[in-house]
């Protein structure tokens, strides 16, 4: 593993342990140049995910820029971290394990938004009007109105 700060390829791992979660393997490692010490994580991935781009460019699967779009719709919210880590990499292995070597952006964004409506509405709704471009005040009114719809069908 290459050293982040002197870009050494000889690294040693000084501690390794599966995360809170289970989905995933830390490890602790230290440069034998510098010394700089540094964590990684280690993650299964089931095989390469092409994204296709509503712009028709394709490019590859980035769980972490999942992640922080996630995130960033959750910024100030008060939800557990396991369960949001739950959701993404459930997102993931439906991704991996559909068979399908390319999937459509559109695709991914309706499982994040499935996702975060059992989350946290307040989420959703950011989500949602970055992923289905709101120009105007009404297509907030418009998402409300389904969430509200869908809480009563609930009911």
């Known amino acids: 593993m290459r050293c982040p700060f002197c870009s050494c390829e000889d690294s040693q791992v000084k501690d390794s342990r599966p995360t809170d979660d289970n989905t995933a393997i830390r490890r602790r490692r230290i440069c034998s140049d510098c010394g700089g010490r540094f964590t990684t994580f280690e993650r299964i991935q089931l095989r390469e995910l092409l994204v296709n781009k509503k712009s028709g460019r394709k490019v590859p699967f980035d769980r ?83 969430l509200s719809q869908d809480t009563a069908d609930d009911a």
């Not at 059992?118 to 297509?139: K, N």
């Open 64 to 146: 972490e820029k999942l992640a922080h779009s996630v995130s960033v719709a959750l910024r100030k919210r008060d939800v557990d971290k396991v369960r949001v880590e739950r959701m993404i990499s459930g997102i993931v292995r439906r991704l991996e394990s559909s068979g399908e070597p390319e999937v459509d952006a559109d695709a991914i964004g309706m499982m994040v938004m499935e996702g975060l409506k059992g989350l946290d509405e307040v989420a959703y709704v950011r989500f949602a009007s970055v992923y289905r471009d709101f120009t105007e005040a009404s297509d907030f009114t418009s998402i409300l109105g389904e």
